[in-house]
Nanobody, 125 residues
Framework: QVQLVESGGGSVQAGGSLRLSCLVD????????MGWFRQAPGTEREGVAT?????????SCADSVKGRFTISKDNAKNTLYLQMDSLKPEDTAMYYC?????????????????WGQGTQVTVSS
């Protein structure tokens, strides 16, 4: 049973940075394809970035975050990270950590079976 707990969200001014963390419990993160998703009120949950099981392959899911957000894994700590720089008000959303045992990482939320409870990110102008 994979359990995910996000942390690190908060309020920040435009241009600032935040680092989100996702602690994995119940399964080694080395065996998990993982991703970050976000959802603003009234919108569908969208992919932000994904990373492979061993952490060697990562990708942004949208041009809007490419070059500003970096996903990474520290498998020794069973933790997934999302470093967010140059934040914009449009980045305001609830951010969710997701995981799937085996398989490749995808930006499609339907691929993932395990989800965290989310952490709120609010960016003010």
């Amino acid at each position: 049973q994979v359990q995910l707990v996000e942390s690190g969200g908060g309020s920040v001014q435009a241009g600032g940075s935040l680092r989100l963390s996702c602690l994995v419990d119940g399964y080694p993160s080395t065996a998990l394809s993982m991703g970050w998703f976000r959802q603003a009120p009234g919108t569908e949950r969208e992919g932000v970035a994904t990373v492979s099981r061993d952490g060697s392959d990562s990708a942004s899911c949208a041009d809007s975050v490419k070059g500003r957000f970096t996903i990474s894994k520290d498998n020794a700590k069973n933790t997934l990270y999302l470093q967010m720089d140059s934040l914009k008000p449009e980045d305001t959303a609830m951010y969710y950590c997701a995981a799937q045992i085996l398989g490749s990482s995808y930006c499609d939320r339907r691929f993932y079976k395990s989800w965290g409870q989310g952490t709120q990110v609010t960016v003010s102008s």
